[in-house]
């Protein structure tokens, strides 16, 4: 089978579409994690070592590793809020032009992935330039697949023992993609309609430093949709 990155026909690797380690808070005792698979058919399984599938190859692998390793103290490190309104999170240690990569690796495997946890992940046209970008390891724009990082919480809690599967809406016209990281929400913009000034300054990479954002998790619809539904199950 072809390596979906390089499309060089060679032995394909388990490949992880979300890092392993963003699983690691929900794990119990024996290296399991609870899935939710439908929470309206109340479908609910055991899980291991997070989601996987054969899609690259080594050398592939290897590369969104490089990434990956970068980013975990991002996942490992405390929050570091040196601002007054103590509401923004700086990660000095990480880098941007890395952190980009990463995120743009995430989304595009979790659209070429034929796992049914990334059902609603289909960049469509914007799959092959993406594919270019991460391949050719670019130096990527704010503004290309801008992004918007929040640091999740549950009152004074952040809130890391808590995944979803990806989801999208629409907002200005453009699809966005949501991914919940251990702790920090992922919205990723796929289009090119403008995005509002208000969103598109809170792009990771038009700051000086990487930062994330404080917000409590049942401000986002979507979250407060499942939890409700989970909570209803018997």
Not at 191 to 216: C, K, M, W
Request: proline share 6%; hydrophobic share 45%.
């Amino acid at each position: 089978m072809a390596c979906r990155l390089c499309l060089a026909e060679v032995p394909l690797c388990k490949s992880h579409i979300i890092p392993e380690i963003c699983f690691a808070p929900m794990y119990d005792d024996r290296h399991r994690f609870i899935a939710v698979s439908d929470v309206k058919k109340q479908i609910v399984k055991e899980g291991q070592k997070g989601w996987w599938e054969k899609m690259l190859c080594a050398a592939c692998e290897a590369r969104l590793n490089r990434y990956e390793k970068h980013v975990r103290r991002m996942f490992t490190d405390p929050l570091l809020a040196p601002l007054a309104d103590k509401r923004v999170y700086v990660f000095p240690k990480v880098e941007y032009r890395l952190l980009k990569l990463f995120i743009l690796s995430v989304l595009w495997r979790a659209s070429v992935s034929t796992l049914p946890a990334y059902r609603h992940v289909s960049l469509g046209p914007h799959e092959e330039p993406m594919r270019e970008l991460i391949l050719a390891d670019a130096d990527v724009a704010p503004e290309t697949y801008g992004c918007v990082i929040w640091a999740l919480f549950d009152g004074d809690r952040h809130f890391v023992d808590m995944m979803t599967e990806p989801s999208y809406d629409k907002q200005d016209g453009r699809r966005c993609y949501r991914f919940i990281m251990r702790g920090f929400v992922f919205m990723i913009y796929v289009g090119s309609r403008t995005i509002d000034d208000a969103t598109s300054r809170l792009f990771v990479g038009r700051q000086p430093e990487v930062r994330a954002y404080h917000i409590n998790w049942d401000v986002f619809p979507f979250l407060r949709q499942v939890m409700g539904e989970v909570a209803a199950m018997p």
